[in-house]
């Protein structure tokens, strides 16, 4: 007789605790490989911001995400909550920039950055073409 009392008492406060949590929740959209997201830093000195942005990589299980960063290049596995999908701007900006790497760039005296025009289209490898730019 006690253990069904304490038993149906669990289950009540089970369910009440259980709908009080799911009441926020939402599901996320499965992100696909190539998608653009942003990147949720968790560790330094500002945890909790969307500070860097990567493309999707691989879909693992359980939500996880294999993403290569942008900038440094590095692969990051993170949860789908730490991922915030986006579609970027410019489009064809996003192509010329990551086409290629950049060339080195000339110092003149007093350390004054001499930038190089490209000689090349980073996306069809012809002269400056008309189409590209």
Request: aromatic share 8%.
């Amino acid at each position: 007789m006690h253990s069904q009392l304490k038993e149906s008492a669990l289950r009540k406060r089970f369910v009440t605790v259980s709908e009080a949590l799911s009441h926020h929740n939402k599901n996320l959209r499965k992100l696909a490989p190539r998608d653009r997201c942003f990147i949720q830093n968790q560790t330094s000195s500002s945890p909790k911001r969307w500070d860097r942005t990567g493309t999707g990589i691989e879909v693992k299980a359980h939500d996880q995400y294999v993403v290569k960063v942008d900038g440094s290049g590095l692969f990051t596995a993170r949860n789908r909550r730490f991922l915030r999908n986006f579609e970027p701007a410019f489009l064809e900006i996003q192509i010329c920039i990551f086409a290629r790497p950049l060339r080195p760039v000339t110092r003149l005296p007093g350390n004054r950055a001499l930038s190089r025009r490209p000689t090349r289209c980073p996306i069809c490898y012809s002269r400056l073409c008309a189409e590209h730019f």
